[in-house]
């Protein structure tokens, strides 16, 4: 996992092509930290006038809500003259068609800015164009009938909640309540209703550390801290006196967690703690706080990787370990042609912008669809109990997509 400190330097195309192709994170792939020196220029082709996810694929309409959830027992970790810890959530849910106004924007402009702003990127049409990528799940809209399995998302360090909208709007179109997680202090900007944004402060902390090993030291705490955020988003959700107004759609006895990168690891890190979380899948993270010796109890954990960094012997020897630990039905799949951020909104939007990464050269439309396939088919096995042939073994409808020890 290459860390990206805000005060290293590198030339503009340098920086423009590692903003343009993550469009956020501090924390990046499983290569050494050397390996940020050589990554290649993009190509920059001229800026649409709109953008758009791709629309979700499932029978449901989708709804979108948001939550701002305060935890009073426990002051935030990075800021804790802050007061106590905070989450920002936004819900996507199984919806009746026809009910509900517009779509929300992608995100707010100003977390747009300073996500780009970041990477070395000021061109003032850049945060106007992200922030009104066109989502599909309309606010307001009414639930549908029934109850459904709950999975959290949890994006990577230094990444809004946002770079998972494309993979929330599919689970909720095919039957799933989604709730995705900023995680305060730990993106480059989160926006307040308020308007006040608060700042990376765990970037900093990251950045202040002498040596590789305080590094891995803070990023563990990092997810052994979303585990704590996420028991007490199931608490605010699921408990007697619920924070959603649609919280009696959500299935208790059926939760799942996903997340990409360190929210990949946090994954595995809150089923450790919570037992309530039966099922989880780590998107290209590496494990900073090692999955359990004592296993996971027996439930099932999907890591879904690079090729070849994730694969075994790869560049991330947490994997490897990892997978020796986990002691329930899995699954260690990688894709030929990805990269780190192959598994988040990155690529339908980085294509529409025109940018070229030839170090991942697979598609949006490969990217997306093998994110949301073998995803979708994993929570569906795991928490609904459906048949997942996709899961057997390599599918020609998929040949990008290696099973690794079976």
């Not at 028991?231 to 990409?260: K, Q, V």
Request: hydrophobic residues 40%.
């Amino acid at each position: 996992m290459t860390i990206f400190p805000r005060n290293r330097r590198r030339s503009a195309a340098a920086s423009a092509a590692v903003a343009l192709v993550a469009l956020a994170t501090l924390a990046t792939t499983a290569a050494p930290a050397s390996a940020s020196a050589s990554i290649p220029t993009a190509a920059v082709a001229a800026t649409p006038s709109a953008l758009a996810l791709p629309r979700p694929t499932g029978p449901y309409a989708t709804g979108r809500d948001a939550l701002l959830l305060t935890d009073h027992a426990r002051p935030d970790p990075w800021a804790p003259d802050a007061g106590p810890r905070r989450l920002s959530v936004t819900l996507h849910y199984p919806a009746r068609p026809g009910t509900g106004g517009d779509p929300a924007p992608y995100l707010a402009v100003e977390e747009a800015r300073l996500m780009l702003a970041q990477r070395g990127l000021d061109d003032p049409a850049w945060p106007g164009l992200v922030s009104a990528a066109r989502t599909h799940a309309r606010t307001a809209a009414a639930p549908a009938p029934g109850r459904f399995p709950l999975v959290v998302l949890s994006p990577g360090f230094g990444t809004p909640r946002a770079t998972l909208t494309g993979l929330a709007e599919e689970l909720a179109s095919r039957g799933y309540v989604v709730a995705s997680a900023d995680h305060p202090y730990e993106t480059t900007g989160m926006e307040l209703p308020d308007g006040r944004v608060l700042p990376c402060a765990a970037c900093d902390a990251v950045d202040a550390q002498p040596d590789e090993a305080g590094r891995r030291k803070v990023l563990a705490a990092v997810s052994t801290g979303r585990a704590a955020d996420v028991s007490f988003l199931l608490d605010r959700l699921t408990g007697p006196r619920p924070a959603w107004r649609h919280a009696r759609t959500i299935d208790p006895h059926r939760i799942g967690m996903a997340g990409h990168s360190i929210g990949g690891n946090a994954a595995a890190s809150t089923m450790a703690a919570d037992r309530r979380v039966g099922a989880g899948v780590n998107m290209d993270g590496m494990f900073f706080d090692p999955v359990s010796a004592r296993g996971l109890g027996g439930r099932p954990f999907l890591m879904l990787g690079t090729e070849p960094g994730h694969g075994p012997g790869g560049g991330d020897t947490t994997w490897d370990e990892g997978w020796t630990r986990l002691d329930g039905f899995k699954r260690w799949l990688t894709v030929r042609d990805s990269g780190h951020f192959t598994f988040t909104d990155t690529p339908e939007i980085g294509e529409q912008l025109g940018i070229v990464d030839p170090g991942a050269p697979l598609s949006a439309a490969r990217s997306t669809t093998i994110t949301r396939a073998y995803v979708t088919a994993f929570f569906d096995r795991s928490l609904r109990g459906r048949p997942a042939r996709l899961l057997d073994g390599p599918s020609p409808a998929h040949p990008e997509v290696l099973f690794r020890r079976p």
